[in-house]
C-alpha cells in the first residue's frame, strides 16, 4: 500500500487513523463513577414492601435523560425466598428485570445490579411483603446514554 511512497505519505496516513479512532472514542459512553461513598443512598425506611412495582426516582443523584446505573444491593429478610427487583420504568416482562433472593431465614443478599433509567431518571422496584431486616442500596455510578 505504502510500497514506493516517502514516509511523510505513511504519518500523514497513521495520523489521519488516529484521528478517526479518537473521533470514535469521543462518542463511547462515559462511565460517572462517584468514587468512595459514606452511606447508602436508599435504606429499607425509604422502600415501601408490598409486591408492586413501584417509582424510585434517582435523578437527584444521576440527573434527568437515559442511564444505565450500577446499582449495589444489600439486603436481608426474616423469611427464605424474599424477593427484590429492580426495573425500567415501563418494562413489565420478567427477562427486562434484575433481582436477588433471599436464600434462607434470615439470610442477606448482596448484589450488583445495572437498571436502565427512563429520561426523568426514574426505575421501578418491587419488595416481597414480608419483614425485611434490612434493604439498602447505593448508586456505584453510570453511564450517560
Known amino acids: 500500500m505504502f510500497f514506493g511512497k516517502s514516509?511523510?505519505?505513511l504519518l500523514d496516513y497513521i495520523d489521519a487513523e488516529v484521528a478517526a479512532i479518537n473521533e470514535s472514542i469521543a462518542l463511547?459512553?462515559?462511565f460517572v463513577d462517584r468514587g468512595e461513598l459514606s452511606d447508602f443512598d436508599y435504606i429499607i425506611g425509604d422502600l415501601t414492601s408490598d409486591e408492586t412495582y413501584r417509582d424510585l426516582d434517582i435523578s437527584s443523584i444521576v440527573g434527568?435523560?437515559?442511564?444505565?446505573?450500577?446499582?449495589?444491593?444489600?439486603?436481608?429478610?426474616?423469611v427464605a425466598g424474599?424477593?427484590?427487583?429492580?426495573?425500567?420504568?415501563?418494562?413489565?416482562?420478567?427477562?427486562?428485570?434484575?433481582?436477588?433472593?433471599?436464600?434462607?431465614?434470615t439470610g442477606g443478599e448482596e448484589q450488583t445490579m445495572w437498571i436502565k433509567?427512563?429520561?426523568s431518571g426514574v426505575i421501578q422496584y418491587m419488595l416481597s411483603n414480608t419483614t425485611w431486616m434490612y434493604c439498602n442500596i447505593v448508586i456505584r455510578g453510570w453511564f450517560e446514554l
Not at 66 to 75: C, D, I, N, T, Y
Request: aromatic share 6%; net charge positive; no cysteine.
Open 7 to 9: 514516509t511523510a505519505h
Open 28 to 30: 463511547l459512553p462515559k
Open 64 to 78: 434527568v435523560g437515559e442511564r444505565l446505573v450500577m446499582l449495589q444491593v444489600q439486603a436481608a429478610a426474616i
Open 82 to 105: 424474599a424477593t427484590l427487583f429492580n426495573i425500567t420504568k415501563g418494562h413489565t416482562a420478567y427477562v427486562n428485570r434484575a433481582g436477588l433472593i433471599i436464600p434462607y431465614d
Open 117 to 119: 433509567t427512563n429520561a
